[in-house]
Structure formats: C-alpha cells, structure tokens
C-alpha cells in the first residue's frame, strides 16, 4: 500500500471524520436584460402561446387598437402582442439588468455612458424617456432616474427630414409602449406652422395629441434644447 494512503485508512479504521473542503456555491447568471432581442427570457418575434404558456395567466388584457397588452404585476412584466407574435416587452423589476448593467435606478448619464449621445425623445408608458431605436431599447424617466425599461426591434431607417412629416405621423413603435416624439427645433415660433403657439407650448400640444400625457413647460424646453444641441 501506498505510504501517502495510511492517513485515510486510519481515519476509516478508528472512524475518524475526515476534514470536508468547501465547495464553491455557483451563482445564478442574472436574469439580461437584451436590447432589440429579449426581456427576462421573453423574446421579441417569438409566438404569443409559447411565452404566454411559460408565464402564466396575465392579471389584466388590454385590446389595443394595432394588438393586445398582457400584464404580469407578479414578474414586473408587460408584453405587447399583435399577429400572434411578441412584438415589443417592458419591465418595472429592479432585478432585471442589462448586460451592462442598466437597470431600474441607473441614471441617464449611466445610460448615456453605454449606450451613446444618439438617443430620441420618447414617452415610455406614460413616462418621459428616451429611445435608443438603432439598439432597440427605451427607457421611461422619473426625473432622471431609469423607472421603466421596454425593448423592442431596432429600426435603422432614418427619420423623414421634414418637420412637418414627422409632426404628421410621428413613429409609434408600439401603442400605448413606447411613443417617438416629433422634431420641432427648426419650426418658428407663433407661426401657422407652431398652431401660433411657442414652440414649447406646441411640443406639449404634439406629445398631449398622441399620447394623452402633458409634459410639463420645464421638460418640453428641456427636449427643445436637447434637440437645438444635437441638430445637423
């Protein structure tokens, strides 16, 4: 036998408990947060019965005028469906997180850090924000605190370069998720193009016309500067 085998089979023979060395207990991957792809495993593009099956029966079903809202309060969720596919997922679950980093809490300098200067302004389910479309991925601002996330198809087609095209149709991603705000920083003030209104007091008009939600005078000068500073 074995000199370095003696110590064990002692132990054995005089039922001594041999030391236990500790195992490292493997840590759960976070559950990502993936833009233009998936949300807490939802995927963006997969069939309405597969994932409606895996999470359950929604607390609320909201018939939308392009699809239909399912709502899971229980896991933070909120899924957008027309067509029979997942067309677009929202979160208001802290534990959620991007691969990144970003979640529910970060600021918009920890967004704008990742993810870039070319944003848009949007509203985000009744929350101002803004939208990364070339990622696929808006988040819903409270102040400038991340309090909503939604994911949803990259769009990579340019915007239509009139103000008044997008004043006229400005993309709706998907009804009632997520809304685009429209490009005013080159209209007139008081004219017939601005209504006669200042061009903030329009800003606010647009965005109450398309989405039911009044921006405040402070937050619509603050997207009117944003978008004077960021124009070609």
């Known amino acids: 036998m074995l000199r370095g085998a003696w110590p064990f089979v002692l132990c054995v023979l005089l039922g001594l408990a041999l030391p236990v060395v500790a195992q490292p207990v493997p840590t759960p991957a976070p559950v990502l947060i993936v833009p233009g792809q998936t949300l807490a495993g939802v995927a963006i593009g997969r069939s309405q019965a597969v994932t409606l099956s895996r999470l359950g029966q929604p607390a609320d079903v909201r018939t939308l005028r392009d699809g239909t809202l399912y709502t899971f309060p229980r896991y933070g969720l909120n899924v957008y469906v027309s067509d029979g596919v997942i067309r677009a997922v929202s979160t208001t679950n802290s534990l959620l997180r991007t691969p990144e980093g970003i979640a529910l809490g970060s600021t918009v300098a920890d967004v704008r850090r990742i993810y870039g ?22 988040f819903g601002l409270d102040g400038n605190i991340v309090s909503i996330i939604i994911v949803y198809p990259p769009r990579t087609q340019a915007a239509p370069p ?43 008009y647009v ?24 124009r070609l």
């Open 117 to 138: 200067p070319q944003f848009s302004d949007a509203v985000v389910e009744g929350l101002m924000g803004i939208a990364y479309d070339q990622h696929g991925i808006a």
């Open 162 to 204: 009139a103000a008044a095209e997008a004043l006229a149709a400005p993309p709706t991603h998907i009804e009632v998720g997520l809304v685009s705000l429209p490009r005013v920083e080159n209209l007139k003030p008081f004219s017939p193009e601005t209504q006669y209104m200042s061009v903030v007091g329009f800003l606010r």
């Open 207 to 230: 965005v109450y016309q398309q989405t039911g939600t009044w921006l405040t005078h402070g937050e619509a000068a603050r997207m009117l500067a944003e978008q004077q500073r960021t």
